[in-house]
């Protein structure tokens, strides 16, 4: 199991924002970060089926809609809808006392594992 780094990418603010879909850079990587209700998910930023950047999408019933050809991403399993054959990568999120945070793998885990 990698190692989790846990950034703050929101002030407390956030969390009285209106839903939203927006991209975001930390830390060298391009994440698609969603508000639904009270609830936060962090994303890929590319759609897999043809690349289109998700945060230009939208959320529906806590699934993500690619702009492009309307595929669409369950927000709590990563998983295509049935028949898409595909699911994003997902990486969590958790509101904190000082804002939102998300989490993710520590850099070079992959090397460790596999010893490139």
Known sequence: MP??????????????????????????????????????????????????????????????ICPYHRYEYDLKTGRGAPGQGDYIDLYPTEVREDGLYVGLPEPGFLKKIFRF
Request: overall charge positive.
């Open 3 to 64: 190692k989790i780094n846990w950034i703050k990418i929101f002030d407390t603010k956030i969390l009285q924002a209106a839903d939203f879909v927006r991209g975001l850079e930390i830390s060298g990587k391009r994440l698609c970060i969603v508000k639904d209700g009270e609830k936060f998910f962090a994303t890929q930023f590319y759609c897999p089926h043809a690349g289109a950047v998700l945060a230009d999408g939208w959320c529906k019933e806590q699934r993500l």
